[in-house]
């Protein structure tokens, strides 16, 4: 059991991790991420490329969604928007790595910014129904304009290259992919901390006395838009790089649902939700489709019969965590945390 | 709005015999932190406010009394700039500031509350208060991103001024690390007073402060306005319909009786015009401005 931690100073306070148990669970997170490629398979580290993917993906939705309150169904397009950027930047200017992912996240920040225009005047549903028709024009924009983006043949990518090393293999990609994901989620975490956060969250409980504080709507709006993409344009650079070929396919507007599920099951608005929302989404359908492969050795036609099923049992899933705590993932976590902090002493 | 036009003939009564002269009489002075003058707000075919003006002089507590409905709420609202009224001007230290919008105003030193309590629900007491400051910190996009170094350091100064000004002053420490949405409703009250003084407002419009709130929390809310204006030397343009507070606290009075202003002046003048008894009479609250009144006098 642990109890209240005394703070000495202000800035130790507003620290992001400020009890020694939970740098000790940080510095364990952190030997954990470094041993697994050296214990898993390819197949478990194209899971975790794919998670860490997902999760910078998730993360900048949870921005405008989930902290600034803008429900956006246009995540998949934009990260289609960055996948194109790093196809194009590497097949024709050769251009290094890490500067391809920067220039997908900036063109995608600039695609979300003029998207989320629409943001001062429509809110809720109707702001979706925005961003679903700009995904629809990104994807035509896609499909149609040949000469740029191959059309429905889409474009193939070179492995990327990082210090001279070829990052082709899972191996490879997930040295990069991990430390990216840490690092952007820990700037998200960082930003809830300033004023910047603040006004985000402000205009997402009420965004009339937010203006009477002097905080400017659509400059923010605009803001949380542009920061949202930029995280789903250097998602979908990683994803670029991940699969090496980019079709107008690759990013279908499931994909933009698949991305706002996973911010709502995972906890709106929290960090923490994000994270395991992204985890949830991508690796309980292979679970699912795991069971379904250790079935089969009893039941011949298992995987012909159960992977309808499978899909029913994911979506009954979601809906049962969504019951079972209405605020996420994150939520949840928290009481199981809590239980603990005060156990033995009280359950 | 039946309720209003129930009323009409009263209305255009009062406007010949008070409106026109008083509006003339109440051209902006030098030294008036605030002005309003010919403001004139439509909601459709209901007329909100007409052709209203008052200066506030800077560093006294100038009180909005009138009956529900009068357009008090409707009154700040064109002041911090959410209504645009049809004509009149409202003039913020001398400058019109009729065409600016709500966070151009704020950043100017006009800070406000609300009547019905307007938190941040999903926030700490901590992080509402915080948001004051909003206008007056520096960070950008970029160094919230990072934070160590500016950003953090700003973070730092802010939590320990606002702890020394703000929430020591409040007697609000219990409470610092509690979400709003826990607390009761007279500590809601103290805390978006809390951060409306964290912007380090020049003028402070309060919309029914001590509305709802129990004798005790009145009188801490009272003594705190003071404070405010003697100590931090902040205007305070106030709406109250507790009578005592207004009695004891305020060093002006305008009365605004369906959009119009039928009286101002000094607490003790203006209670005993004849215009505002028929007024509040008219309203029914006659039983109750009389009593509490007579209650100040006890006191
Ligand atoms: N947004 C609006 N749209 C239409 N009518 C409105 C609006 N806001 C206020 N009104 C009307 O304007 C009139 C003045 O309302 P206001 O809220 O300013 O009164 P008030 O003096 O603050 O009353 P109270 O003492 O009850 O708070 C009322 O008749 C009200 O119905
Ligand atoms: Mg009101």
Redesign the interface.
Same mark, same amino acid.
């Given at each position: 059991m642990r109890i209240g931690a005394l703070k000495d100073s202000y800035g130790a306070d507003q620290a992001l991790f400020d009890t020694a148990v939970q740098r000790l669970w940080l510095a364990l997170g952190a030997v954990a991420l470094l041993a697994f490629p050296f214990a898993a398979n390819d197949y478990w580290l194209y899971l975790a490329c794919l998670v860490g993917i997902h999760i910078v993906s998730t993360t900048g939705l949870n921005i405008l969604t989930g902290y600034t309150g803008l429900v956006s169904l246009g995540q998949a397009a934009f990260m289609g928007v960055g996948a194109y950027v790093v196809a194009l930047a590497e097949t024709k200017l050769g251009t290094p790595f890490l500067l391809n992912l920067l220039a997908a996240g900036l063109v995608t920040a600039m695609v979300g910014m003029v998207v989320g225009v629409p943001s001062l005047r429509v809110k809720g549903l109707y702001l979706a129904i925005a961003t679903i028709a700009a995904s629809f024009i990104l994807h035509f924009v896609f499909q149609n304009w040949t000469t740029v983006t191959g059309g429905t043949r889409g474009l193939s990518i070179p492995p990327a290259q990082l210090f001279g090393l070829e990052l082709a293999r899972p191996f490879a990609l997930y040295w990069v992919i991990t430390p990216l994901t840490c690092i952007m989620v820990l700037a998200a975490a960082n930003l809830f901390r300033t004023r910047i956060g603040r006004a985000f969250i402000a205009i997402r409980d009420r965004d009339i006395s937010a203006e009477v504080l002097g905080i400017p709507l659509l400059r923010y709006k605009l803001m949380s838009f542009g920061l949202s993409s930029f995280y789903a344009g250097v998602a979908g650079g990683l994803w670029a790089y991940f699969f090496r070929v980019v079709t107008p396919e690759s990013f279908p507007f499931v994909y933009s649902i698949f991305f706002l599920a996973a911010v709502i099951v995972g906890g709106m608005g929290t960090i923490l939700g994000g994270i395991l929302g992204a985890v949830f989404m991508t690796l309980v359908p292979e679970a699912l489709k795991l069971v379904v492969g250790l079935l089969s050795p009893w039941m011949p036609n298992a995987v012909a019969l159960l992977s309808p099923v499978r899909t029913i049992v994911f979506g009954a899933l979601i809906i049962g965590f969504l019951i079972l705590e209405p605020h996420g993932l994150a939520e949840i976590w928290r009481r199981i945390r809590r239980f603990f902090h005060l156990w033995p002493f009280k359950t | 709005m039946p309720k209003a036009r129930g009323f009409d003939g009263e209305e255009n009564e009062d406007e010949d015999r008070v409106g026109r002269p008083q509006v003339a009489a109440m051209t902006s002075t030098g030294d008036a932190a605030l002005s309003v003058s010919g403001l004139t707000l439509n909601f459709g075919g209901l007329r909100a406010l007409s052709d209203v003006g008052f200066d506030v002089a800077e560093g006294s507590i100038t009180a909005i009394i009138g009956p529900n409905g009068a357009g008090k709420t409707s009154l700040f609202n064109c002041i911090? /700039?959410?209504y645009r009224p049809q004509a009149g001007a409202i003039r913020f230290e001398g400058r019109d500031i009729s065409r600016l919008? #709500? #966070?151009?105003r $704020?950043?100017l030193g006009l800070? &406000?509350t609300?009547q019905n309590i $307007?938190?941040?629900? /999903? *926030?700490t007491v901590l992080?509402n208060i915080?948001? /004051?400051?909003?206008?007056h910190?520096r960070?950008?996009?970029l160094? /919230?991103?990072?934070?160590w170094g500016r950003?953090?350091r700003?973070?730092?100064e802010v &939590? $320990?001024e606002i702890?020394e000004r703000v929430i020591d002053f409040l007697e609000i420490n219990h409470i610092r690390n509690h979400p709003v949405a826990s607390l009761a409703y007279g500590l809601r009250k103290r805390v978006e007073l809390a951060?409306a003084l964290a *912007?380090r407002p020049k003028i402070l419009m309060l919309d029914e402060p001590v509305a709802g709130m129990n004798r005790e929390e009145t009188e801490d809310m009272a003594r705190f306005i003071l404070d405010v204006k003697e100590e931090w030397g902040v205007t305070i343009l106030m709406v109250e319909h507790d009578m005592g507070l207004v009695m004891d606290i305020s060093d002006h009075v305008v009365v605004l009786n369906f959009g119009q202003v039928i009286a101002r002046g000094a607490p003790a003048e203006v209670t005993a015009d004849e215009q505002v008894i028929r007024a509040y009479l008219g309203a029914g609250d006659i039983g109750q401005l009389k009593a509490r009144i007579a209650g100040t006098e006890a006191a």
């Open positions: - | 911090s /700039g959410f919008h #709500p #966070p151009e $704020a950043r800070a &406000r609300f $307007a938190l941040f629900r /999903g *926030m992080d915080k948001l /004051g400051r909003h206008v910190m960070t950008n996009l160094d /919230g991103l990072i934070y950003a953090q700003e973070e730092i &939590r $320990a702890e951060r *912007m």
